[in-house]
């Protein structure tokens, strides 16, 4: 397990709070950090108080140190749970070891990006991962959630975390050889109903063998897919594809793809989260 994971459950536990009711409340946890000098406030990027200005507009979250304690302030213009993410970055910030002393957290953080090359940057959002969703507890909730992206959508909803972040946890946590691919649809001029994907990144664990690069174009969204599911007016896609047809050229390769579409226009695909396991064999140990 990650250290930046058991950091986060280790103050979990210390606050009283590994195995309280979810979603985790994290108010709960800014009180108990107060005795170590931390302190919560929201702000409008349009109206940042002025030790923040001008590092706020445009960020998810700023800390800001002075006389030995740290006030963290959080983008309230970002959905609830971005927000939420983001206070477990930076609450990271705040905790891990060599981090108090960073240059650019006086700059802000854009939390939750997947291909960061900076180290700490990627420590604060394992740690927001594990805080928010503690991994000991999100394990065991993924024995007795909906095979696949359903599973994901309500382990999301239980305990209050975006769908990305909350699959990106699953791959990392999964049992089985899995991986998450974001793709986003490719803008090719006014009129087109549908064109082609981009993928903006992939996660796989270790177990999962097929890389598949960022920035590769799938011309066509995968079209071996057998069944589309609808759920709460969007769509579903399951069944098998050819990984020819993503691209990583393992000819004749078939993985099992779950996975959610983000809604773009009336009848077209927006952003997809697409979830693939290896089809033979596909073993779902973890849902036994």
């Known amino acids: ?26 108010d709960s946890v800014i009180e108990y950090l107060a005795k170590d000098g931390l302190e919560l406030h929201y702000y409008d990027p349009k109206l940042a108080p002025e030790s923040v200005k001008n590092a706020a507009y445009g960020v998810d979250e700023v800390l800001h140190w002075k006389d030995g304690t740290a006030a963290l302030f ?11 993410f983001s206070l477990c970055h930076g609450i990271g910030h705040f905790l891990l070891p ?57 382990l999301a909803s239980s305990y209050s975390a975006s769908i990305e972040s909350a699959a990106i946890h699953y791959v990392g946590l999964a049992e089985v050889p899995c991986s998450l691919l974001r793709l986003d649809l490719v803008k090719i001029g006014p009129g087109s109903r549908d064109g082609p994907y981009k993928v903006r990144y992939q996660i796989r664990n270790d177990q999962f063998p097929f890389l598949i690069p960022s920035g590769l174009r799938i011309e066509k969204f995968p ?10 007016g969007q769509y579903m896609p399951e069944g098998l594809v ?27 695909l927006g952003g997809v989260l697409a979830l693939l396991f290896l089809a033979k064999p596909l073993k779902w140990a973890f849902f036994q």
């Open 1 to 26: 397990m990650y250290e930046e994971f058991m950091a986060a459950e280790d103050l979990l536990d210390r606050a009283g709070l590994l195995d309280t009711n979810l979603p985790i409340p994290l």
């Open 242 to 268: 050819y990984l020819e047809s993503i691209g990583p050229g393992q000819v004749g390769r078939e993985v099992a793809l779950r996975s959610y579409t983000y809604p773009h226009r009336a009848g077209v």
């Open 223 to 232: 079209d071996e897919i057998v069944d589309w599911k609808p759920w709460q």
């Open 98 to 154: 060599y981090h108090r002393e960073l240059n650019y957290l006086a700059r802000g953080c854009n939390t939750m990006r997947p291909l960061t090359t900076k180290p700490y940057e990627r420590q604060a959002d394992r740690f927001a991962a594990a805080l928010n969703m503690p991994p000991t507890r999100f394990r065991q909730d993924m024995k007795t959630a909906t095979p696949g992206m359903t599973g994901i959508l309500e």
């Open 74 to 84: 959080i983008n309230q213009s970002r959905p609830r749970t971005r927000q939420r």
